[in-house]
């Protein structure tokens, strides 16, 4: 039996990583309400029932971890007004330029279009300044297991290891900076509650080598138009790429397009065999992003999608911006 099957089993028996029902994983926070990753949206995530909340993670000059999407700040930060002149030559402002207290002089706002100045999502969050700003990993924490601790609630964290291979060439080694904090806060003890998550296979794969580590690992899937470090991400989606992430990996991130290819002109939907092929494999499916605002062509309202999902699919769990509406969908079935 393979090593990761043997962990994978013991972290099932103690149930570190299962539920009686799909998973719900805010992501980045409850992200349809607060602008996305700050502490709001985390706290609000926690309020709304989320079982995991996802913290995307970059690296500030000084090391620090920042809970932030991408490795550039414009799109959800006022960092051009306040550091006009720190863009690099291609006129992205980049988090690994900045250190921390530089980071914190900044207010996080909603996700905009940087071309148009306007809301990727219009009926969100309003862009006007607010008291938001970016936190690091370890608030973020700090702020899930107390209210953990006054609820009587056991939410999980969800940290995603942003563009490892990148980082690595300006200097930085994020895994290697992630595992400490984890283990600080106890997460690497069997029973935890989180998932650690990664596009790049090789960054999970040297979690596994080099630094040994048990944590249940999800290998996201996305396009290989993305071109992320060079993945392959259409091998992944056969058996024999599914069965080859089961030896390192206990679950897979697939984008929720690759399970639902379409509808009929009816509605009926058109499901590839994905789920069943990464069950057959031994792996978990939580597939991303079920936001209320950004349905599908042709699936005709948001209950709709989850349904085919939790129904029929049945998924293991399921990244969304809008975690209250998932389990309102999971408590009236």
Not at 8 to 36: C, D, K, N, Q, T
Not at 175 to 180: H, T
Not at 195 to 217: G, H, I, Y
Request: hydrophobic content about 40%.
């Amino acid at each position: 039996m393979r090593r990761t099957t043997i962990l994978f089993i013991a972290w099932l028996m103690i149930g570190a990583a299962v539920h009686a029902r799909p998973v719900v994983i805010a992501h980045r926070g409850a992200s349809g309400y607060l602008p996305e990753h700050t502490l709001a949206a985390a706290a609000y995530a926690h309020a709304l029932g989320a079982d995991y909340i996802e913290q995307d993670l970059v690296m500030s000059r000084d090391d620090v971890l920042v809970v932030l999407h991408d490795v550039h700040l414009e799109m959800t930060t006022n960092v051009a007004a306040i550091f006009p002149d720190r863009a690099r030559a291609d006129g992205r402002y980049y988090a690994i330029d900045f250190d921390w207290s530089e980071l914190q002089q900044l207010r996080a706002n909603e996700r905009i279009n940087v071309e148009t100045g306007q809301r990727v999502y219009p009926d969100r969050f309003p862009i006007q300044p607010g008291p938001f700003r970016l936190c690091r990993l370890e608030e973020q924490i700090t702020l899930i297991q107390g209210l953990n601790q006054s609820t009587e609630r056991n939410v999980g964290i969800y940290p995603e290891i942003k563009s490892p291979s990148w980082h690595a060439e300006e200097g930085k080694d994020l895994s290697a900076a992630l595992l400490p904090v984890l283990e600080r806060f106890g997460y690497l003890k069997p029973g935890a509650p989180i998932f650690v998550q990664c596009f790049e296979a090789s960054e999970l794969k040297r979690l596994r080598s080099k630094f040994k580590t048990n944590l249940p690992l999800i290998q996201l899937i996305g396009l290989d138009s993305w071109n992320h470090a060079n993945a392959d991400y259409d091998s992944m989606l056969t058996a024999a790429g599914l069965k080859q992430i089961a030896t390192y990996a206990q679950g897979i991130g697939p984008h929720l397009n690759q399970i639902l290819a379409s509808t009929t002109p009816t509605g009926t939907p058109i499901l590839t065999p994905l789920v069943a092929q990464a069950h057959r494999a031994g792996l978990l499916v939580h597939p991303y992003t079920f936001r209320t605002d950004e349905l599908p062509e042709d699936v005709p309202d948001f209950d709709a999608l989850v349904k085919v999902f939790i129904d029929t699919v049945a998924v293991d769990g399921l990244f969304t911006d809008h975690p209250d509406q998932i389990v309102n969908n999971l408590s009236a079935n």
